[in-house]
């Protein structure tokens, strides 16, 4: 049986800095009896900085959170940055501007750590964010806990299909980040172009009845990956759920197959000066 999953539920992490906002949403939601904290699934990431400090790291997000345990906590990107101080997230560069790169502290290290925040019950799942085939496979060569998650950039122009494979195959549930391309946000920040303006997507988004959006999120769904679209508008997010009525043909997510350009939207080498997918 294929489960199809679009995940609306409460994440953040602390480079979003959204953490103390969210932990007071649910404090509120909790305390009007709208919703039960078993009735959650709540994530948040660690951040570069941090990889020296895990444990310090996610007991600060759980009291901004306002929680006693995460549902998941995710690595955010393979790399450990110079350390700048629990709960500071801004990026860890040199005076040549470039990450400041700390090459003391392994991915084994910091994963071993993310192992003990389980024992100590502080997070019921951990995973990873921003790994590649190689990356992943060392993980689960040490991890005595096996990542439950990667969350990664995919939509139809960076498909990568051949890492959503191998995580599937052994077992680790692909979560997509950047869903829909990232479409304004990714175009303001990167200058990049999104799938949503395609002549195949709006094409087929037309021929279903449905906008670009839905459509996208649909092939992700049918790929049996988690999509995870993000939204400030309330129309958006109804629409958002919109996509369990229809199915994509077999031609059809064929034709979307063709259109991959292996076009990442998100690039955080703008920030950094340096590109840690080199």
């Not at 990356?135 to 005595?144: E, F």
């Not at 494979?165 to 979560?175: L, R, S």
């Amino acid at each position: 049986m294929v489960i199809y999953s679009l995940s609306l539920a409460p994440r953040s992490a602390a480079d979003y800095q959204n953490e103390a906002e969210v932990g007071d949403a649910l404090v509120e939601a909790f305390q009007t009896g709208l919703v039960k904290r078993e009735d959650l699934f709540i994530t948040t990431k660690l951040w570069n900085s941090d990889h020296g400090h895990v444990i310090e790291a996610c007991k600060d997000s759980l009291k901004k959170l306002q929680v006693d345990y995460l549902d998941l906590y995710l690595v955010h990107f393979p790399v450990a940055t110079r350390h700048t101080g629990v709960g500071t997230t801004s990026s860890a560069l040199g005076d040549d501007g470039v990450l400041d790169i700390d090459t003391t502290i392994s991915l084994e290290t910091t994963w071993h750590a993310m192992e003990e925040l389980v024992s100590m019950g502080l997070v019921r799942s951990i995973g990873i964010s921003n790994y590649d085939i190689f990356l992943t496979r060392d993980c689960l060569a040490y991890a005595k806990i096996k990542p439950a998650v990667n969350q990664i950039e995919t939509h139809p122009y960076f498909q990568r299909d051949s890492l959503v494979k191998f995580c599937q195959k052994h077992g680790i549930c692909v979560t997509a980040h950047t869903p829909l391309g990232g479409s304004t946000a990714n175009t303001e920040w990167f200058g990049s172009v999104s799938c949503l303006d395609d002549p195949v997507i709006k094409g087929l988004a037309g021929k279903y009845g449905k906008t670009p959006a839905q459509l996208v999120l649909r092939w992700g769904l049918q790929r049996n990956t988690v999509v995870i679209p993000k939204t400030s508008k309330v129309e958006r997010l109804q629409e958002n759920f919109e996509v369990f009525d229809f199915e994509i043909s077999g031609e059809d997510m064929e034709k979307i197959k063709a259109i991959d350009r292996n076009y990442r939207t998100n690039q955080p080498a703008k920030f950094w000066g340096i590109d840690l997918y080199a």
